[in-house]
């Protein structure tokens, strides 16, 4: 698998590189852990954050999935592709709810017959509806913890107008030198936080949320109909760039070692106020989390991110 995706973003390019001996599926042999002392089989790669379409893989020593699966079928293959990857590595698709910029690959990933497709029952129903074959639903129930191979994950319940729209939050590793306990939470798509969400969201390594957008710019924008305004600022719609900064500064001693703000609008935000807002608070929080601000328009054809060793 060669390091062959493009880092378009000079923001992401700072981000840990990939190591090679890090995507093995197997823990390192004893004689090289001592190179790669963190580099132990688990990757998370953002495809494309933005609300044009999200999708993400996470790998740990024991599974292989995507997290949403908003670009077409043939655009993840592609992009999978570029990571060395066949979909025949994958192992599941994980969904969390059924709205076009988290479920358009839903179509072709379901030629695939050995892939699972983890959602709750009503986003199931949801995006079933609209297949033209049978899907290998796992359904999960919304707020109860299950495990998937290696992988603990809980999905919780946010506020947005989908049927039954879900965060995850992702654990895995055995809390040891060379399987070192990681956490991860994918938070997008909500259009506020409530507090037992919020209570959640400190305890992880690695945080995903939405920066969806800029209040100013969406107020301003020519081409939103105000009604689609509303429905953006609406308890149950996107959360805005100060409205995630707000969420964040209620959330009592964090443990994030990345901060990452994704799914930007293309009109109505801009990636360097997102920085601008964040990175005083990143530096206000000791240890200081690393910031990546996922830019929707610095991609040549989807936005990557590389998070190996995710600390
Ligand atoms: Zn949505
Ligand atoms: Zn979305």
């Not at 506020?159 to 895995?172: E, I, R, S, T, Y």
Request: aromatic residues 6%; charged residues 25%; neutral net charge.
């Amino acid at each position: 698998m060669g390091n062959s995706v493009p880092l378009t973003n000079g923001k992401i390019q700072a981000l840990p590189p990939v190591a090679e001996e890090g995507r093995r599926r197997k823990r390192l042999p004893s004689g090289r852990r001592d190179s790669f002392p963190s580099a132990v089989g688990s990757r998370f790669v953002i495809l494309s954050s933005s609300s044009a379409g999200n999708c993400a893989l996470l790998e740990t020593d024991e599974a292989r999935i995507l997290v949403d699966a908003g670009l077409s079928g043939r655009k993840t293959v592609g992009l999978l592709g570029e990571l060395g990857l066949r979909p025949e590595d994958l192992d599941a698709v994980f969904l969390t709810h059924e709205h076009q910029d988290h479920a358009a690959g839903l179509r072709g990933l379901s030629r695939y017959p050995h892939l699972r497709f983890f959602a709750n029952r009503d986003t199931a129903r949801a995006l079933q509806a609209k297949l033209p074959r049978r899907v290998p639903w796992q359904i999960f129930d919304t707020e109860t913890a299950f495990l998937y191979k290696d992988l603990e994950i809980r999905p919780c319940s946010v506020p947005h107008d989908a049927h039954d729209p879900v965060a995850f939050f992702f654990a895995w590793g055995q809390d040891d030198l060379f399987s070192p306990r990681r956490s991860l939470a994918w938070v997008n798509d909500l259009g506020h936080v409530p507090q037992r969400l919020a209570e959640r969201l400190g305890a992880v390594d690695t945080l995903v949320v939405e920066a969806n957008h800029d209040e100013d710019l969406l107020e301003n924008d020519p081409r939103r109909p105000w009604s689609l305004k509303q429905r953006i600022r609406s308890r149950h719609g996107h959360l805005s760039n100060d409205a995630a900064l707000e969420a964040l500064r209620s959330v009592q001693r964090p443990r994030w070692r990345r901060l990452c703000l994704g799914h930007l609008s293309r009109d109505c935000n801009d990636p360097s106020r997102v920085e601008d807002l964040f990175a005083p608070f990143c530096a206000s929080l000791s240890p200081a989390p690393a910031l990546s601000v996922l830019s929707p328009t610095e991609q040549p054809a989807v936005l990557l991110e590389h998070s190996h060793a995710l600390h």
